[in-house]
Structure formats: C-alpha cells, structure tokens
C-alpha cells in the first residue's frame, strides 16, 4: 500500500540547535515534495518545494534534501527559534506524464517545540 | 493571510442538518483544491478544480458531499444529512495549473465543522 510517514512523536529541541524531520514514503513516484509549515488552527504555509531530480535545497535557515532511492526526504531547521515551534508537514504530488496533477498527499506532520 | 478566504470560520451543526462552506481563491489563480483534516492527521484530498471543471474526486467523497465552482472562481463545498464522522477541518487551497513542480498550493484558514 502507498504511505506517506513522518515521525508521529513531538520532536523537542533547544533554541539555537538543528531540528531535522523526516518524511519516508513508500510505493509512489512522486513528481516533487513540498514541505508545509502548520499553526494550530490554521492552515498549512508553503516552506519548500524539491523536485525529483533535485538533492538538496535551501532557504533561509532551512534545509530539504530528498533521496529517491532511500524513498526519504529530511528536513533542517538550523540555529531554531522558539517561533519555529509548529507542525511540520510533507507532501508528495505525483507525476502524471509531463505535468502534475497538484493533488498533493499528505503525512501525518511532525510537531516540532523549541524551548528557550 | 495567503489571500485564500474561507466562511465561515466555524460551525457547529446537528446530525442530519446540511451545511456550505465557501472559498476564494487567489483571484489569478485557476486551480481550486479542497481537503479534510482531522486532529492529529494531515490534509486529505477531497476534489479538485481547474477552472469550473471539476478534474478530481477522492473516494472520500461520499455521495452526500458536492462541490462546485460556477464561474472559476468562488467554490462551495455542501454536506448533506451530517455525520458526526464528518466533523474535521475543511480547507481550501489555489494555485496555478503548470509544468511539474509549480504547482505550489495557497491554503486558506479553514473551516471547523463540528457535528453534534
């Protein structure tokens, strides 16, 4: 079966250090994988976005790498604030010929605390 | 504020009752997404849009749910005879139709259902 799965427990790290999240994936062939960030009641922010063919990318302080052979993706929050205290979503969407249809499949979200 | 709106905010209904949720997308905007997320979970994906033609549905989607977009522009998304099953936060996404890996998503605030 296809599953998305990222680490259910809350990851809690202090202020200053690297947070990294993981996102495994099995039987897909994803097109891309976005990262999302999520406060509680609202909804999700776009972080990220990595293609296929792509290794590592970064913005700002954060960090995505993705291995389609390890079918992984993991996540780097460098020098974390306690503002960056959230959940953390991965999404796949798949390839569908040369194009991409946008429906995006979703993990569970890992809730990241940063203390001070 | 991502320029995605949602309404309303909240609504407690009882089983039974049917009720609508709207979305505005990013006005430039031509695809139009809805999903469901339940506490503890991710978003799952629930229909979609490009334009008024609705491309997608998930399996999700029973029978007593519908959603339209008139004009490709404004979506609503009806429930009809609720279930407490139903209760989850529905959230809205847009974003532009394009080659792979441009398809990032812009979600609104959501919209808590509760069914009593």
């Known amino acids: 079966s296809q599953k998305i799965e990222q680490n259910s427990e809350a990851l809690n790290i202090q202020e200053g250090k690297t947070a990294t999240l993981t996102c495994n994936y099995t039987n897909y062939s994803p097109a891309y994988l976005q990262w999302y960030r999520q406060d509680p009641g609202r909804g999700p922010v776009f972080l990220l976005l990595i293609r296929e063919n792509e290794k590592e990318k970064r913005k700002e302080r954060l960090k995505v790498t993705f291995d389609t052979t390890l079918k992984q993706s993991l996540f780097h929050i460098t020098a974390s604030q306690p503002a960056d205290s959230a959940t953390y979503l991965c999404a796949l969407d798949i390839a569908l010929g040369s194009s991409n249809t946008g429906k995006l499949i979703f993990g569970q979200g890992t809730t990241l605390q940063v203390k001070p | 504020d991502t320029g995605v709106s949602q309404d309303p905010r909240h609504k407690i209904t009882k089983r039974g009752q049917n009720v609508t949720f709207r979305c505005d997308p990013i006005s430039e905007h031509n695809r139009l997404y809805w999903y469901r997320q339940t506490l503890g979970q991710g978003p799952e994906f629930l229909t979609y849009f490009q334009n008024e033609a609705q491309l997608e549905k998930s399996r999700l989607l029973s029978d007593r749910f519908s959603a339209e977009r008139p004009k490709g522009s404004f979506s609503t998304l009806e429930i009809q005879r609720t279930e407490q099953g139903d209760s989850a936060m529905y959230l809205c996404?847009?974003?532009?139709?394009?080659?792979?890996?441009?398809?990032?998503?812009?979600f609104g605030p959501g919209t808590r259902l509760t069914v009593l």
């Open positions: 996404a847009s974003g532009r139709a394009g080659g792979r890996g441009t398809d990032t998503q812009y």
